[in-house]
Nanobody, 121 residues
Framework: QLQLVESGGGLVQPGGSLRLSCAAS????????IGWFRQAPGKEREGISC????????NYADSVKGRFTISRDNAKNTVYLQMNSLKPEDTAVYYC??????????????WGQGTPVTVSS
């Protein structure tokens, strides 16, 4: 069974940092691009970052560019999202998703269950 499990969410003060993890089981991440998304209460899901396989190229939404960093550790079958300088507007449930190819093109076929992030003082 193909599965993604996110972890690392929680409550953090504005300006703080969190690192989210997305661990895969049932498949090898080496061959697939992985994306991170978030959904805030009452808002649509937003794609925030993606990392491809071959050249490890990455992309970011303007809302997180310069503050968030996506990375992958294929040996651990895990993708990370380092989030710095967090703002209250970053509060959301964060999800990772597997692309159906090695490049980021927006076709996701496996989703995690999400991990909540709350940024508040």
């Amino acid at each position: 069974q193909l599965q993604l499990v996110e972890s690392g969410g929680g409550l953090v003060q504005p300006g703080g940092s969190l690192r989210l993890s997305c661990a895969a089981s049932g498949f090898t991440m080496d061959y697939y691009a992985i994306g991170w998304f978030r959904q805030a209460p009452g808002k649509e899901r937003e794609g925030i970052s993606c990392i491809s396989v071959s050249d490890r190229s990455t992309n970011y939404a303007d809302s997180v560019k310069g503050r968030f960093t996506i990375s992958r550790d294929n040996a651990k079958n895990t993708v990370y999202l380092q989030m710095n300088s967090l703002k209250p507007e970053d509060t959301a449930v964060y999800y990772c998703a597997k692309e159906d190819s090695a490049v980021c093109r927006g076709w996701h076929d496996v989703w995690g269950q999400g991990t909540p992030v709350t940024v508040s003082s």
